[in-house]
């Protein structure tokens, strides 16, 4: 029999055992989850337990970059457990909890190369709604690029220009929408977008480099930094306000990142794009990123859960 935990931030470390079991390649901590907690409007950690033992975890989010009245959740479930019920017990507990906050579906994703984890979604009602490449830049392998902006455009970073929070925002509520797969998204209000987005766990301000003309913000590129060094930076948004883009502003901000990241010494730098997003795909991989295996976004109603 699974029995489906509750945990709080004291056991925090059991949903992060079973996760970094399950997906090494993209480790979690216990920091990481507190920090999303914090950024959305509830969060819940479960564990499923069964013999005593720690077989499956999942997490459940509402508020945090989603569609109106939609949760997203992910369970995993430990290898040598697999088979017994234990996703579809800690699913139904995720769906009940996302009911409870009421929504009225769930989205999730996974690895497009785990062939058993898509069939299985596919028996329990989830549907693909998007795809995400991994793309990876290995700096140990290349020169540091000439950053090149376009006449007019001088590339700041955040730290340089304190106060140009609104400027920022301002870039992020045009970009956003634009960004296939998040249209549908409900923009935060400043205060939350500045708390949320900009000023989290893996978020510095000497990372977020903007491009001016003159004293406009026209656009912003922005990498997060895992707090626990793993050599890996991860690229964030890089937005254009529309009547500026195609003009190089995008590659120029792009440069930045890469050389400002191989001077820090981070050996890899790490993005996701949506596949219908094919100015940033070409734009990346111009700039030399290759091709891993992705993400498959997942979207269920909630129904049929007791």
Same mark, same amino acid.
């Given at each position: 029999m699974v029995e489906i935990v509750t945990v709080d931030v004291a056991e925090l470390g059991r949903v992060v055992a079973v996760h970094n079991a399950v997906r090494p390649q993209d480790p979690d901590t216990v920091e990481d989850l507190v920090d999303w907690?914090?950024?959305?409007? $509830?969060?819940?950690?479960?564990? #499923?337990? *069964?013999?005593?033992?720690?077989?499956?975890?999942?997490i459940g989010i509402v508020g945090w970059h989603?569609?109106?009245?939609?949760?997203?959740?992910?369970?995993?479930?430990?290898?040598?457990?697999?088979?017994?019920?234990?996703?579809?017990?800690?699913?139904?507990?995720?769906?009940?909890?996302?009911?409870?906050?009421?929504?009225?579906?769930?989205?999730t994703v996974v690895a497009e190369d785990d062939e058993a984890s898509i069939a299985w979604a596919e028996r329990h009602g989830f549907?693909?709604?998007?795809?995400?490449?991994?793309?990876v830049l290995d700096l140990d392998l290349i020169e540091a690029p000439a950053v090149e902006p376009p006449t007019g455009i001088e590339i700041?970073?955040?730290?340089?220009? @304190?106060?140009?929070?609104? $400027?920022?925002?301002?870039?992020?509520?045009?970009?956003?929408?634009?960004? @296939?797969?998040?249209?549908? &998204?409900?923009?935060?209000?400043?205060?939350?977008?500045?708390? &949320?987005?900009?000023?989290?766990l893996s978020d510095r301000p000497e990372a977020v480099f903007v491009a001016l *003309?003159? $004293?406009?913000?026209?656009?912003? #590129?922005?990498? #997060?930094?895992?707090?626990?060094?793993?050599? &890996?930076?991860?690229?964030?948004?890089?937005?254009?306000?529309?009547?500026?883009?195609?003009?190089?502003?995008?590659? *120029?901000?792009?440069?930045?990142q890469i050389a400002w990241a191989k001077k820090q010494g981070y050996r890899r730098l790490v993005t996701r794009n949506e596949e219908r997003n094919e100015p940033i795909r070409r734009l990346n991989t111009l700039h030399g990123y290759r091709v891993e295996p992705g993400s498959i976004g997942l979207r269920r109603a909630i129904t049929d859960i007791g």
């Open positions: 907690k914090r950024q959305a409007e $509830d969060m819940v950690w479960l564990v #499923a337990v *069964a013999g005593g033992a720690d077989v499956g975890a999942g989603s569609r109106p009245q939609t949760a997203f959740v992910q369970a995993w479930t430990l290898p040598a457990a697999r088979g017994r019920g234990v996703g579809v017990t800690l699913y139904t507990a995720l769906m009940r909890w996302s009911a409870e906050h009421e929504c009225v579906a769930v989205e549907r693909e709604v998007g795809r995400n490449s991994r793309l700041v970073t955040w730290a340089e220009r @304190p106060g140009i929070e609104r $400027d920022l925002y301002d870039v992020y509520v045009e970009a956003e929408p634009d960004v @296939p797969g998040e249209e549908h &998204n409900e923009l935060p209000a400043f205060e939350t977008w500045l708390a &949320n987005d900009m000023q989290g *003309a003159g $004293d406009e913000v026209v656009g912003y #590129a922005k990498l #997060a930094l895992p707090h626990e060094w793993t050599g &890996n930076a991860f690229h964030d948004l890089t937005g254009v306000k529309r009547t500026w883009r195609r003009q190089g502003i995008a590659g *120029a901000l792009k440069r930045k």
